[in-house]
Nanobody, 126 residues
Framework: QVQLVESGGGLVQAGGSLSVSCAASGRTFNYYAMGWFRQVPGREREFVAAIRRSDGGTFYADSVKGRFSIATDNAKNTITLRMNNLKPEDTAVYYC???????????????????WGQGTQVTVSS
């Protein structure tokens, strides 16, 4: 069984920076891509960023492009999302996810991912 455990998150003022990390543990698995989603109450889970294992290709939602960056340490099965110039609208629970099935495009929808973390709260105050 694969487990994804997020760490980081917290409270930060608008314009500040924060990082969240995700560590995969359990049986060895070769993921195709790992990503971050976020969700606020009453809304659907929203794609934030993803990274493809084979070539390190990165993908971002338009709302975070230029402000967020995703990186991976494959040896440690860990990914990190660095968030700069945070805005109040970035406030959400952030979830780490892993996709194991190779697809033509890296998934940007939650159904494309097989494993999920428990989520970590990020709050940006104005």
């Amino acid at each position: 069984q694969v487990q994804l455990v997020e760490s980081g998150g917290g409270l930060v003022q608008a314009g500040g920076s924060l990082s969240v990390s995700c560590a995969a543990s359990g049986r060895t698995f070769n993921y195709y891509a790992m990503g971050w989603f976020r969700q606020v109450p009453g809304r659907e889970r929203e794609f934030v960023a993803a990274i493809r294992r084979s070539d390190g290709g990165t993908f971002y939602a338009d709302s975070v492009k230029g402000r967020f960056s995703i990186a991976t340490d494959n040896a440690k099965n860990t990914i990190t999302l660095r968030m700069n110039n945070l805005k109040p609208e970035d406030t959400a629970v952030y979830y780490c996810a892993a996709a194991t099935q190779r697809t033509l495009m890296v998934p940007r929808i939650s159904s494309g991912y097989d494993y999920w973390g428990q989520g970590t709260q990020v709050t940006v105050s104005s």
